[in-house]
């Protein structure tokens, strides 16, 4: 079934550190990717989208891009801050209805 | 005001008793669904709803009951509470039935089963 798998956690980086979490996702057709944040004690939020191949994603300089062939939506950012400490989720939609989700990356960006 | 809104935020209850968590929003989004958070597993569907009269079952609905009351009330309720439901429960709201459109979640209510 449809499944998407991402980088274990934690991730520790220091602040202006270069981040990098990997997801990979399995799905029949062409799902839309996504990627959520969630910050301590606060619900998800939408960080960036993607809805068809090579489409790229950025927000809050973070960025990811849609690789249908590796099946990968990688998300970056070339300079983190402790404001960036949260966990991550990668989504990719199960049909036209539903969202499935990765396992989340918690990251902790130390000053 | 938040658009998404959740009620309790916390909540503490013995095994046995009946729990009902509530979920408003004022996006007015005809799709609302319920998820639960458990560390190292993500989000997973219990529930969604496309309108008041179309509910359907998601991967981990044994054990719990929704309600669709209008179009902006979606809740969730656990008939006999157990352990294994301690979690993080989240709702969600969505633009349309397109594969593009996006989720927008609320803030989580924290449930502790004892």
């Known amino acids: 079934g449809d499944s998407v798998t991402q980088m274990e956690g934690p991730v520790t980086l220091s602040e202006e550190a270069f981040l990098t979490i990997n997801c990979t996702y399995t799905a029949t057709g062409y799902p839309s990717l996504f990627w959520y944040v969630q910050y301590p004690g606060e619900g998800l939020q939408l960080l960036l989208k993607?809805?068809?191949?090579?489409d790229k994603g950025s927000n809050k300089g973070f960025e990811a891009t849609y690789r249908k062939e590796t099946t990968s939506f990688h998300l970056e950012k070339g300079s983190v801050q402790v404001s960036d400490s949260a966990v991550y989720f990668c989504?990719?939609?199960?049909?036209?209805?539903?969202?499935?989700f990765g396992q989340g990356t918690r990251l902790t960006i130390n000053p | 005001d938040a658009d998404v809104t959740q009620t309790p935020r916390n909540r503490i209850t013995k095994t046995g008793k009946r729990i009902m968590l509530e979920c408003s929003q004022t996006?007015?989004?005809?799709?609302m669904y319920w998820y639960r958070q458990d560390p190292g597993l993500g989000l997973r569907l219990i529930y969604y709803?496309?309108?008041?009269?179309?509910?359907n079952k998601g991967e981990i609905s044994d054990g719990y009951s929704v309600s669709r009351q209008a179009q902006a009330k979606f809740s969730l309720s656990l008939e006999s509470a157990i352990p294994n439901q301690t979690a993080l429960y989240f709702c969600?709201?969505?633009?349309?039935?397109?594969?593009?459109?996006?989720?927008?979640f609320g803030p989580g209510t924290r449930l502790t089963v004892l």
């Open positions: 993607a809805t068809k191949a090579d």
């Open positions: 709803s496309f309108d008041v009269k179309d509910i």
């Open positions: 969600a709201t969505r633009t349309g039935g397109a594969v593009t459109d996006t989720q927008y």
């Open positions: 989504a990719a939609t199960r049909g036209a209805q539903k969202l499935v």
């Open positions: 996006k007015g989004h005809d799709r």
